[in-house]
């Protein structure tokens, strides 16, 4: 498994590892998650990196290339980047009277997952970030990323997530 942009890009499965990156990048796009602007003075810009994983079906065969731009959160600065990080979480003791009371009663339950559910919360700082390896703006390779959704790796995204 690939660890860098790089390295995918030399992989054997160069073209599959850049069609997953081009579907990442054409998502953050259309969901408006940055500008690319120039850096203010003052101001650092946090890192980002790929991840890169392959899907298997059940019977362990490969479903498709995925590959996800995730922002160096550990970067952030507090009072700069961030200020609150609490999102509220379920207990595990909650979820065990649910299920309980479900089956008790003969309910049915439903449980989901929202795509991209951290990608969809509007940011209340500014945060700047690297453009990432293999999609710098031609036009502006000195720019970097504002950043006006949240993005995965981000210390606020759980609780942006929660306020959307």
């Given amino acids: 498994m690939p660890t860098t942009f790089k390295s995918a890009m030399e992989s054997s499965d160069a073209a599959k590892w850049k069609e997953a990156c081009d579907s990442e990048c054409d998502s953050l796009l259309k969901n408006d998650t940055w500008d690319v602007v120039p850096l203010p003075k003052g101001r650092k810009a946090i890192g980002c990196r790929w991840v890169f994983r392959v899907k298997e079906n059940q019977a362990g065969e490969i479903e498709r290339?995925?590959?996800?731009?995730?922002?160096?959160?550990?970067?952030?600065?507090?009072?700069?980047d961030y200020d609150e990080t609490f999102a509220p979480v379920?207990?595990?003791?909650?979820?065990?009277?649910?299920l309980s009371l479900a089956a008790k009663y003969g309910l049915k339950l439903h449980q989901m997952?929202?795509?991209t559910a951290f990608l969809n919360g509007v940011?209340?700082?500014?945060?700047?970030?690297?453009?990432?390896?293999?999609?710098?703006?031609?036009?502006?390779?000195d720019?970097?990323?504002?950043?006006?959704r949240s993005l995965y790796g981000l210390k606020q995204s759980?609780?942006?997530?929660?306020?959307t």
């Fill in 65 to 80: 290339f995925k590959a996800r731009l995730v922002a160096k959160g550990f970067s952030q600065k507090y009072g700069i």
């Fill in 158 to 163: 759980p609780r942006m997530w929660n306020q």
């Fill in 143 to 148: 720019h970097v990323c504002k950043l006006k």
């Fill in 113 to 115: 997952d929202v795509k």
């Fill in 90 to 98: 379920a207990k595990f003791t909650s979820i065990r009277i649910v």
């Fill in 123 to 141: 940011l209340d700082e500014d945060i700047y970030m690297a453009q990432p390896d293999g999609y710098v703006d031609e036009d502006h390779p």
